[in-house]
């Protein structure tokens, strides 16, 4: 077969055929697209009704609560800290103390310290803590237990140190010796 010839005419039938079609595909796209359209507008429509029904107004004051309540458990949650971190090194400067007790055989009677508080020793800042107890023990271990705590708190001293020696003429009152001291430690927590 060999190439048809078409005249003009049936060229311009068959050009217009082509342009009918693609004119068609492009109306059942555009049609599609309008109803698609038509179908997103509605839900669109729904959900700013649904937006605007809720009522954000009263969600405010909740927000509101709900933050003052978290600044007031965050502020706690720091108190909490503090005093938990006294407990720990009072713990340990305590802890210490037993020790130091211990090995100069003495008998530590009543013992309590006080809250770590801030201070500053030499322009430096710092904290402190103190502590008071009553030992008893014969003389010469009261004194090495005095020695033993200026020597074992390496940021720390005794303050304060009051004996009692029995008389030894009197035999009812008991022979052992007392003794109260008051010991000042100092911590630093730099940053």
Same mark, same amino acid.
């Given at each position: 077969?060999?190439?048809?010839?078409l005249?003009?005419?049936?060229?311009?039938?068959?050009?217009?055929?082509?342009?009918?079609?693609?004119? &068609?595909?492009?109306?059942?796209?555009?049609?599609?697209?309008?109803?698609?359209?038509?179908?997103?507008?509605?839900?669109?429509?729904?959900?700013?009704?649904?937006?605007?029904?809720?009522?954000?107004?009263?969600?405010? @004051?909740?927000?509101?609560?709900?933050?003052?309540?978290?600044?007031?458990?965050?502020?706690?949650?720091?108190?909490?800290?503090?005093?938990?971190?006294?407990?720990?090194?009072?713990?340990?400067?305590?802890?210490?103390?037993? &020790?130091? &007790?211990?090995?100069?055989?003495?008998?530590i009677?009543?013992?309590?310290?006080?809250?770590?508080?801030? %201070?500053?020793?030499?322009?430096?800042?710092?904290?402190?803590?103190?502590?008071?107890?009553?030992?008893? %023990?014969?003389?010469?271990?009261?004194?090495?237990?005095?020695?033993g705590?200026?020597?074992?708190?390496?940021? %720390? $001293?005794?303050?304060?140190?009051?004996?009692?020696? @029995?008389?030894?003429?009197?035999?009812?009152i008991?022979?052992? &010796?007392?003794?109260?001291?008051?010991l000042?430690?100092?911590? $630093?927590?730099?940053?």
């Amino acid at each position: 077969m060999k190439g048809l010839k078409l005249s003009k005419t049936s060229w311009l039938i068959l050009s217009a055929g082509i342009f009918v079609v693609i004119l &068609a595909g492009l109306g059942v796209t555009r049609s599609q697209q309008l109803q698609e359209q038509s179908i997103l507008e509605e839900e669109l429509g729904l959900s700013t009704m649904r937006v605007d029904t809720i009522q954000v107004s009263h969600l405010r @004051p909740q927000l509101e609560e709900l933050q003052q309540k978290l600044d007031e458990s965050e502020s706690q949650l720091n108190e909490v800290r503090d005093r938990l971190r006294q407990t720990v090194v009072s713990v340990d400067v305590t802890e210490k103390y037993f &020790a130091i &007790a211990e090995y100069c055989d003495v008998v530590i009677e009543n013992i309590s310290n006080t809250t770590i508080s801030s %201070g500053t020793i030499g322009g430096v800042s710092c904290f402190e803590t103190s502590i008071s107890a009553t030992v008893t %023990g014969e003389v010469e271990d009261i004194v090495n237990f005095l020695i033993g705590l200026n020597e074992g708190y390496t940021t %720390g $001293y005794v303050q304060s140190t009051q004996i009692t020696i @029995p008389d030894e003429s009197d035999e009812s009152i008991d022979s052992e &010796a007392s003794a109260s001291f008051q010991l000042v430690v100092y911590s $630093y927590e730099g940053i």
